[in-house]
């Protein structure tokens, strides 16, 4: 097949994969969107194996047959709850894949004896940096999130300055390289370092700052992707690549301006003390309110609007399902029910809808902090599900607060608020929740879905 | 054109591309764009299928074999579990 037909059809594919995106910006023509970036997937693989450079398929066929057999059955078996860490993982895969592709055509290349360009070796240079941090970096994250290692921020003395020399090393291995492209082994070394930088970057991340690093991570896997189509002078690669790189670049700024963090704060695994922190005795002390589903069932007798607050801890409980019944409960009551979805509540960005959208909640009932805030005193009951540092109004008052300036939900301008958790221990920034402590709030001590069970039947029997 | 700047121009064009469609993406469709974006990005695909099938040498077909079947694991599972998602954003009828 003519080249230009070939690099057509590759515009065709790119062509399909920007629809494909555009049609993510609505639920309705999202289904659409996804089959169209498929469909562009496919040309680009169907012309690809047209390619003359190609002599033997049994290896692809085993290549393609193995990888389709895991990637289907990852992704028809895993739990929405377990979203945030399959994306790390598949995102590490996508990384790997440009580490090995960079490197076999540079092989490739001296093997014929052909001395590489400048640009080219930059961009290998490139692909094994970015490709081995984007691999190594979602294995870590891919292992806090499914509970294989602790998700507690983990700082090692001399940490930062370590990442330093790390990343000064393979930057100048990469040079090296650009010098030397006839030692491929430098290729190799650098991928080595550059996998050591990936572990250590996001070890010190803790739990709750992971939506942050997955849409990082994301950002990596199509840079290395557009590196490696610098590699191979292709274009079909640059354009998919820089797309999945801007998508992650802008999930990053999202996810940290929720937090009201910097990126270098969450990449360092900084998070700053603050000066004034009341204990959590001076907080709690005799003001908590327990209380049991009979009595909240019993806040329900004439409440007009519910807004139901889910946090991560309704994914750890499995609770969508059980709360999504308590929702049709109410509205079968007359009571109006939305959810407040705040933008870094679970563990990666949109984690809550998925999971809520799953429980078949449909999607106009889900509204963003924006949109839902100002409704808050209009509120009668809020119900807060597995949520803490979301909803501390410290952030709002205390200007020496870790979590000062992020934004949250106002859930304490509802006329009661309900909250659902096994105990009053403190949040990923570690500092009391006053929320709790306030004349409005009601605790509900439990496990996630056996309080929203033992809610529904109190209301049914009132 | 020199072929160098003409890449560049495409990268830069394309990642302008990429911020204007992806910033109207509603938050509510965050996690299927990340899983979404995440399938086409194993495009490095393309690459791996003209390494693993050129046969220049023993090393680079096995390195072309990994890449193939760390691409397709990201192709494949990435669009699939994206639709499983996405059906199931719906309103009620």
Known sequence: ?462 | MDSIVMVITIFVLAIFVGFEIITKVPPTLHTPLMSGSNAISGITLIGALISAGSQHSTLTTVLGLAAVVFATINVVGGFLVTHRMLKMFRKKD
């Open chain 1, 1 to 462: 097949m003519p080249v230009s037909v070939v690099n057509i059809a590759y515009l065709v594919a790119s062509v399909l994969f920007i629809m494909g995106l555009k049609g993510l910006t609505h639920p309705r023509t999202a289904v659409r969107g996804n089959l169209l970036g498929a469909m562009g997937m496919l040309l680009a693989i169907v012309v690809t194996l047209w390619d003359q450079r190609i002599i033997s398929f049994e290896i692809i066929l085993i290549g393609l047959v193995v990888g389709s057999a895991i990637g289907a059955i990852f992704a028809v078996k895993i739990q929405m709850t377990a979203m945030p860490q399959m994306v790390a993982l598949f995102n590490g895969f996508g990384g790997g894949a440009s580490v090995f592709v960079a490197g076999a055509a540079l092989i490739e290349l001296i093997i014929a004896g052909v001395h590489p360009q400048t640009e080219f070796t930059i961009a290998t240079g490139a692909s094994g940096i970015i490709g081995a941090v984007t691999f190594w970096g979602s294995l870590v994250a891919f292992a806090k999130l499914q509970g294989v290692m602790t998700e507690k921020s983990i700082v090692l003395p001399g940490q930062q300055f370590l990442k330093v020399v790390l990343g000064i090393v393979s930057v100048g291995l990469a040079v090296w390289l650009v010098l030397n492209p006839e030692l491929t082994n430098t290729y190799w070394i650098l991928v080595g370092v550059a996998s050591a930088l990936g572990i250590l970057l996001v070890i010190p991340i803790g739990g709750a700052d992971m939506p942050v690093v997955i849409a990082l991570l994301n950002s990596y896997s199509g840079l290395a992707a557009a590196a490696t189509g610098f590699v191979l002078g292709n274009n079909v690669l640059i354009i998919a690549g820089s797309l999945v790189g801007a998508s992650g670049v802008i999930l990053t700024n999202i996810m940290c301006k929720a937090m009201n963090r910097s990126l270098t704060n969450v990449l360092f695994g900084i998070m700053e003390p603050g000066e004034s922190a009341q204990t959590s005795d001076e907080v709690y002390e005799g003001k908590i309110k327990a209380t049991s589903a009979d009595e909240i069932a019993m806040l329900f007798d004439g409440a007009r609007r519910v807004v139901i607050v889910p946090g991560y801890g309704m994914a750890v409980a499995q609770a969508q399902h059980a709360v999504r019944d308590l929702a049709n409960l109410l509205e079968s009551k007359g009571i109006e029910v939305e959810f407040a979805i705040h933008p870094v509540a679970g563990r990666m960005p949109g984690h809550m809808n998925v999971l809520l959208a799953e429980a078949n909640v449909e999607y106009d009932k889900l509204k963003e902090m924006d949109e839902i805030n100002p409704t808050f005193q209009q509120t009668d009951v809020a119900i807060v599900i597995g949520a803490n540092d979301v909803v501390n109004p410290v952030a709002r008052e205390d200007s020496n607060s870790p979590i000062a300036g992020m934004p949250i939900l106002d859930v304490d301008k509802a006329r009661y608020v309900v909250v659902i958790k096994r105990s009053l221990s403190p949040g990923f920034a570690g500092i009391p929740n006053p929320l709790f402590a306030k004349d409005n709030t009601l605790m509900f001590f439990n496990d996630g879905k056996k309080a929203i069970v033992e809610l529904i039947e109190a209301i049914k029997e009132s």
